[in-house]
């Protein structure tokens, strides 16, 4: 994602500013949806800040438990936000949507209490990349994480669906793909999720200041 905590947090001013525009022209659906995601920058601010010291390793576990508790709970997030913004799809799919993310919501919070239990948290540094690596949501079932990310996408992407929201899908859908290629074939790293919440928000900061619906 950032290379220090300086990056992470310069991404994350940024992140607010965008937003605080959102709320500004009453776009309220994507100014939740950009801090929803983009708290992630400040969580792995706090995560890096941690790593500065062996005397601040309580702010990597605090950070790293952040990056859990976000992720496991963005597609509702957002999901909730978007109630005043739906503008098409049956009751049905709306229905679907909520059960899709409510599975999802379910084996990520699972997961994110089983690794707090076994003290499976602290996030460390793929030497490949000099990008985190998040622990907290790491599972030894690849099954589980697969249904996990698929569902994250299903639930995601019905939610851009039904409110017209075609920019935000292809900056979700083509962020997804590039870091899948880049971490599992150009760079072979071990951090997927954190490269794809980079270049994600990065794509939806650079919208949000030209946004002016």
Known sequence: MCYNKESSLIIYIFVVAAAIKMFLIK?????VLLLAYGSMQLAEFIIWYGMSSPKLKNMNYLGSLLVGLLIATQPLIIRIASKESIQQGSETLQNVNWAVIAIYTAIAI????????????LSTVDKSSCRLSWNVLESSSTMLIGIATLLYLAGSIIVFYTTESYDIMGIFIGSFVASVIYSFGVGRSYSFGSLWCFTAILAAIVLGFFYND
Do not use: C, D, Q
């Open 27 to 31: 776009n309220i659906f994507y100014g």
């Open 110 to 121: 699972y997961i994110y209490l089983r690794n707090i239990k076994n003290s499976h948290v």
